[in-house]
């Protein structure tokens, strides 16, 4: 059975960092997309960062527009972990953030594309 554990979340101020991780047991990372998502109080899961697997480049990446250029999304297949780096933080940022693994080894923004997920990790930016 596939478990995805979620680690790192926190309270954190506006511009600060913080470094997600995401351990998956029980199956691995190749050939799958790994994705974050995050879902604040009151609204929908929205889609932040996914690593695509491709088997000569090995990973490419894709991010939602708003945290493009301060999220990075990176996994190491070894350690069967994913990561999400969360720079210049904003308090919109504020969610349970998600981590999850593709059905396939592209997968993109909807949910239905991922088949095993984690039970989240609370991060809270204060203004």
């Known amino acids: 059975q596939v478990q995805v554990v979620e680690s790192g979340g926190g309270l954190v101020q506006a511009g600060d960092s913080l470094r997600l991780s995401c351990a998956v047991s029980?199956?691995?990372?190749?050939?799958?997309?790994m994705a974050w998502f995050r879902q604040a109080p009151g609204k929908e899961r929205d889609f932040v960062a996914v690593?695509?697997?491709?088997?000569?480049?090995?990973?490419?990446?894709d991010y939602a527009d708003s945290v493009k250029g301060r999220f990075s999304i990176s996994r190491d297949n070894a350690k069967n972990t994913v990561y999400l780096q969360m720079n210049s933080l904003k308090p919109e940022d504020t969610a349970v953030y998600y981590c999850?693994?593709?059905?396939?080894?592209?997968?993109?923004?909807?949910?239905?594309?991922?088949?095993?997920w984690g039970q989240g990790t609370q991060v809270t930016v204060s203004s």
């Open positions: 999850a693994r593709g059905n396939m080894p592209v997968a993109g923004p909807n949910v239905y594309e991922y088949g095993y």
């Open positions: 029980g199956g691995t990372l190749s050939r799958r997309a």
């Open positions: 690593s695509n697997w491709n088997e000569f480049i090995t990973s490419y990446a």
